[in-house]
DNA sequence: TTGCCAATGTAAGCGGCACAAACATATGTA
DNA sequence: TACATATGTTTGTGCCGCTTACATTGGCAA
């Protein structure tokens, strides 16, 4: 019983337990370390423990792992959100604020992962499942501003303003990733977020 | 004389006469063909004809290629939108449209070079160069949007509304590159680009 | 318990790539 | 004409993605 599960050091079990799980944290560290392009599967292994050809019992290639990994984060994304909202009485635009700051603190919690999420290049841009859970978090917001509008979740205006709020954040979030602002503190991130979610730039 | 410069079939010149460019341009059809990360230097080699060392006497590595691949883009992106706005005489919202019009249009033309400018996770971010150029950039959105206002370009609301009015334009150009709406029509860009433009969503 | 199978690991090797010598050829200029 | 320099090739190294053949393990049926 003593040392059952624990893995010490040099006693290694030839099955690793939960091999893919740990590669796909792996990656997913390696990657917020040494951004999307800087790693490889390779230095995953050796951070798992395991050969470099172990992988592929698991994953059909190194594009699966990416799929992999994204499709995780994105998850987090929409609870994220999710929470965001749940945190503000519906209808208010604090609560629409609210959530473009959770999709902002994503960005620049996990700058490299939220990268990578949009920036796939690969195949994965058919992917059911990733288009399922990016509308489910693009419903959520429809959804807020929906309520904010006093309209149905169908409602065209909802649909645009939503989009429109999407482009903003997304769009902001990526600049200030890149630093396109070069630090200059020239916006003030919560007042302009507010402004755009009530549906307006500020007036002079 | 005849046959001067010209590459006949198999009379090749021990000196390609502008290899430095030819790469260059290879490497830009190639990311375009392939996307950032399914290319190589070695296949542009080929498409320029020579050895895969050859680059090297013009370039320190892949990444200073890849800068100046980017360089040259952002170098188009601008001009391109020099021209959008004088096409429109100054202070109208319709220069403003125009000018978000020319950065979208790009995104849509060239997707995977406007890609690769900003997914810059390699070490480019303190490029001085690439930062001047896209502060040029931005510099001629806050003149245009501070002519619609009637303000200096120092004003701070005029730099505030030429950033939201990027911030928008850029969310949408990757936005739709990803094709995050799954080709659902539900969104007017010129129409939306003005109401954005103009400092406001379409109020119902 | 025993015996076998499927799951899951390793070792070795292939081809491609980025990059580094060392060497060859062309070009411009004294 | 001679030489320095720029610009190309050849050859080689090490890493990586991925494959194939083989080893080990755990679970299940008899």
Redesign the interface.
Known sequence: MAGDKSLIKGKKKYHHGDLRGQLLEAVRHLVEKN????FSIAEACRLAGVSTAAPYKHFKDRSEILRDVVFLAMGRLRDGMQAAADAHPPGTVARIAALGQSYIDFARTEP?LF?MM?????GH?DDAEL?ET??NT?GIVIGVVADH?GVAVED??A???A??L??????????ML?????GEK??DEGQ?LLA?GA??????
């Open positions: 951004g999307a392009d800087g490299e990268r949009f920036s796939q290049t690969d841009r288009a990016g509308d693009f509008l065209e205006e649909k645009l303003r989009y429109a999407w482009c903003f954040v997304h769009g902001h979030s990526f600049l890149d630093d396109k602002l070069h020239m916006i302009l755009v549906g307006m730039l500020p007036q002079r």
